[in-house]
Structures are given as C-alpha cells and as structure tokens.
C-alpha cells in the first residue's frame, strides 16, 4: 500500500511556554488536594492541559499585533466596530451584542426568548446552555438522533435532529410553547459530532411552518463545516467559509463563545436578524455586562476576535485543526481504545463505560479515569458523564446519560503531534492497567454545574454503594 504523505502545521512557532513535568508521588499527592477532579488542580502541576479547548487557542501573530492597537474607549470602540463587521461578513447576522463569553449570550436569549413552561428541543444539551434555559423556566427536550447516544455508532452525522421527534414534540405541547429550537454546530456532549446541511435545511422548513425560531450555538461551526464539506456530496467544492455562511444564514439567530472556534481567550456574543429582540438583548446586556458596545469584552480583546473570526474559517487552519484531532483519535484506534465512533473534531473522547466496565456508573468511572489519566503522565482530561449530566430537577436523583466519557480536548495551534504521541501512550498504559482502578464517591457536590466544583474519593476496587447513602460502601 502506498504509504500515506506526512502532513504539518500550517504556522511556524514564534514563542514558546515552558511546560512542567512532575514526578509521580507528586502527581498522587496533587490529584488527592484536588479531590479526583482535574478541574481542581492547579495548571502549573499539568504537563499536557486537554481539559478544554475553551480559551485555550494559541493566538497569532496577527492577533497579538490588534491587543496592542485595542481601543479601550467605554463607548463605540473600533474594535467593536471591527467585530461587528466580521460577524456580518463571516456569519451573515445583521445584529451583535457582545458578552464577555458564549454561557452570557445564552442567558440573554434565554431570559429574552423563554417563559415558564416552555419547551425548548435540541440537539442534546451543553450544560450551560440547558442550565439557563431551566432557569428561565423551561424544560430542555433532547430531540438529537438515537444514534448520538450510542458511542460505537459510526453515522457521520450524529448531530443532526430527529426531525419526527420534533415535530411530534411540537404537535404535543402546541407551537407557542416553543420559543424556539436550539441547535448546535457541533454537538459537544456526544464527542464533537456534526450536523450534516441536509437536515438543518430539512429542519429549517419544519420550523418554518410551524413559525418557530432556531437558535443557533455556532461555538464550533467552523469544524462542523468541516465535516459538511468532507462528507456531504454537494459541498466537496465549497469553502469552509462558504458552508459556515450557509449554516447560519439557515438559522435566525445564535450564541457564540468565541473562545473556541474563534480563537480568541475570552469572548462571545449574541447575534440576531430580529430588530425586536436586538433592542430587548441591547438594554439587558447592560444590566448583566457592560454596555452594549463591549460587553464584557476589552476593547484588544474584541480586535483580536475580529481577525481571529477570519482565521477560524480559513481551509488550511481547519483541516490542521480537526487533523490533529483525527490523527490522536486514530492512534488510540490503532491500539484497541475504546473511543466514541466516528473521531469528534475538537476532542477523543475515551468510553469509560468500556474502558472499565466493572466500575458501577455511580461510582463515577469517567471521573476516575480522567484521574488516573493525570496520575500516569500529567495529562489532563475532563469527564463527561454522570457528573456532568447532574441530577434530574423533580426527583433529586443523578441522570444517567448513556454516554459516559473522558474528554481530550485539543487546544487550537498549541500543540504538536509529539505531544498526541505522548496523550496516545499514558492512554494506552492506563488502559493496560485498568483492572486495577477503583471507583470513586462523591464527598462534595455544588448546587449547579456540580463538575467544575465537586470532590471525590477513592472507592477500592470491588467495593459497591450501600441503599442511597453515597458514603456508605461495603465489599
Ligand atoms: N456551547 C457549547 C457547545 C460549549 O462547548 C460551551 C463551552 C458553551 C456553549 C459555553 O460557552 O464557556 O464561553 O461560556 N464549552 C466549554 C468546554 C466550557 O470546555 O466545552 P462559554
């Protein structure tokens, strides 16, 4: 066979960050203070950081060179103004409400959009975006295809919507007690799966009849247009950036958190076409983060998002960007890891029900080994599990999602293939030991978001939860 030709970066390195490695005995004791969860640990004490690819990206030249130039005026910034004109070019919405990061955007629009006893159907949920939708008053429906559920499920689109489920839905609860469909590109809580153009547009006459909204979470629309372009017949010959267009001039409005796709460190925004709810977000986002013309954003922050916009959608950074992400996903393939199927475009994302099936999914397996992860190498993982799903809002009890996952996530343009190489081998040594980690218990549990804050300690291997009591273990 003909071997296949080695592929590189698109960049060169300018500047570099020194990386700390640790020794094992200090890793034991870190991954112990931070209670089993990474979230908790201190970044100086990670070698390689997956926790997120959230603010994370390596900013260019060109970038660097705007945070200089940052108009810090209160009012009416250039920067703003170079943002705004982005959004429009690149995206196509008419109006732009900056915010300090996506979750803000999404409480603007759920607080605008939503009434008590709403229904609100999406392609499964992103934890803060269901989070805000509940706290408006709503009940958040999954309407993602079953296939998303299933990590072994090869379907290249596993973000698309279950178009019958949703019209059911709709014809269930009535149209006016759907303010509108949420939909992401692409949906981060199933591993990083696209929505294929075929059915956004079919989603787009569903709702069209029915006259209801789509909000868009356009966080990773540029990987999501990616896939179109890779996978979808029609769109072989287009740009990325032509496909990002198409997917949002399908849609009426969106929430963005540009510290992913849009490569910057801190930022976000609403965009919409309706002039109605541009004026209501406009007075709001003053009231919960600046005023309308930063947001929550400073004024270099905003400039550097403005030509961080024009990068994301750029041929050459995509294909590195979810290449990357493909060539650590095949590697682990390689060795037998069980991972979610089809590769995700900003993370793998490791099956811990698989991984280590005799850990009972309330002793927290994707917890335990996203710590064991770090105790072998220093890298940091994120679960995305049971303790990210959180607990059902009438009955007090944990959701039990399916998909029980441990998260690497890639940074954009931070790190290199020997970096994967090292990622792919401490996965592969924790995987040769995994008969011998143990569960864990939840010893302190937040009221919200219970994953960035809640601490855990080591259940041996065996031992199994007593009646409902979480601290109660026997053999
Ligand atoms: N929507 C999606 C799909 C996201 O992945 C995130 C954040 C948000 C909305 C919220 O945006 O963080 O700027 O407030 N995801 C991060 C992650 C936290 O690690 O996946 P934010």
């Given at each position: 066979m003909k071997r296949k030709r080695a592929w590189a970066e698109p960049y060169k390195i300018k500047m570099i960050e020194h990386l700390h490695m640790t020794?094992?005995?200090?890793?034991?004791?870190?991954?112990?203070?931070?209670?089993?969860?990474t979230f908790l640990l201190r970044s100086k004490d990670v070698y390689i950081d997956l926790l997120t690819?959230?603010?994370?990206?390596?900013?260019?030249?060109?970038?660097?060179?705007?945070?200089?130039?940052?108009?810090?005026?209160?009012?009416?910034?250039?920067?703003?103004?170079?943002?705004?004109?982005?959004?429009?070019?690149?995206?196509?919405?008419?109006?732009?409400?900056p915010t300090?990061?996506?979750?803000?955007?999404?409480?603007?629009?759920?607080?605008?959009?939503?009434?008590?006893?709403?229904?609100?159907?999406?392609?499964?949920?992103?934890?803060?975006?269901?989070?805000?939708?509940?706290?408006?008053?709503?009940t958040f429906v999954d309407v993602i295809v079953d296939e998303a559920h299933d990590p072994e499920s090869d379907f290249t689109f596993k973000g698309n919507i279950n178009l019958q489920k949703l019209e059911e839905l709709i014809i269930d609860k009535g149209p006016e007690k759907i303010p509108y469909v949420?939909?992401?590109?692409?949906?981060?809580?199933?591993?990083?799966?696209?929505?294929?153009?075929?059915n956004l547009r079919a989603l787009r006459m569903l709702t069209s009849k029915y006259n209801i909204p789509i909000v868009h979470d356009m966080t990773r629309v540029a990987e999501n247009a990616y896939m179109i372009q890779q996978y979808e017949e029609d769109y072989r010959h287009k740009t990325v950036a032509e496909i990002v267009r198409e997917i949002c001039d399908l849609?009426?409005?969106?929430?963005?958190?540009?510290?992913?796709?849009?490569?910057?460190?801190?930022?976000?925004?609403?965009?919409?076409n309706d002039y109605e709810v541009f004026e209501e977000a406009r007075s709001?986002?003053?009231?919960?983060?600046?005023?309308?013309?930063?947001?929550?954003m400073a004024g270099r922050d905003m400039?550097?998002?403005?030509?961080?916009?024009?990068?994301?959608?750029?041929?050459?950074?995509?294909?590195a960007r979810v290449g990357q992400v493909q060539y650590l996903g095949n590697k682990l393939l390689e060795a037998g890891i069980p991972i979610v199927h089809p590769i995700g475009t900003h993370g793998v994302f490791l099956n811990a029900k698989q991984f280590l099936p005799h850990i009972p999914q309330d002793q927290f397996p994707a917890q335990s080994l996203a710590a064991e992860l770090y105790l072998d190498s220093g890298v940091r993982a994120m679960e995305r599990g049971i303790v990210s799903a959180g607990r059902n809002k009438k009955t007090g009890e944990h959701n039990y999602p399916k998909l029980?996952?441990?998260?690497?996530?890639?940074?954009?343009?931070v790190y290199t293939q020997s970096h994967m190489d090292v990622v792919a081998d401490s996965v592969e040594a924790v995987y040769d030991k995994r008969e011998n980690i143990g569960g864990l218990k939840m010893v302190f549990e937040p009221k919200y978001l219970r994953f960035f804050q809640a601490r855990f300690e080591p259940v041996p291997v065996g031992w199994e939860l007593v009646g409902n009591e979480e601290l109660s273990y026997s053999k």
């Open positions: 020794t094992p005995e200090e890793r034991r004791r870190f991954i112990e203070e931070a209670g089993y969860n690819d959230s603010g994370t990206s390596a900013m260019s030249d060109r970038q660097w060179a705007q945070i200089m130039l940052g108009d810090e005026a209160y009012a009416g910034s250039k920067d703003f103004l170079d943002m705004e004109a982005a959004v429009r070019e690149y995206y196509g919405y008419q109006y732009v409400v300090h990061q996506g979750r803000a955007a999404e409480h603007l629009i759920s607080k605008i959009m939503i009434k008590p006893g709403d229904f609100v159907p999406g392609n499964m949920y992103f934890t803060t975006t269901r989070l805000h939708q509940e706290l408006a008053g709503g949420s939909m992401a590109t692409t949906v981060n809580m199933a591993g990083g799966q696209p929505i294929s153009m075929s849609t009426d409005m969106a929430t963005m958190s540009a510290k992913k796709d849009a490569l910057v460190n801190i930022g976000g925004f609403l965009a919409v709001l986002v003053v009231v919960y983060e600046g005023l309308h013309t930063y947001g929550g400039g550097a998002l403005a030509v961080g916009i024009r990068e994301s959608v750029s041929d050459e950074h995509i294909k029980e996952l441990v998260r690497l996530t890639i940074p954009r343009r």
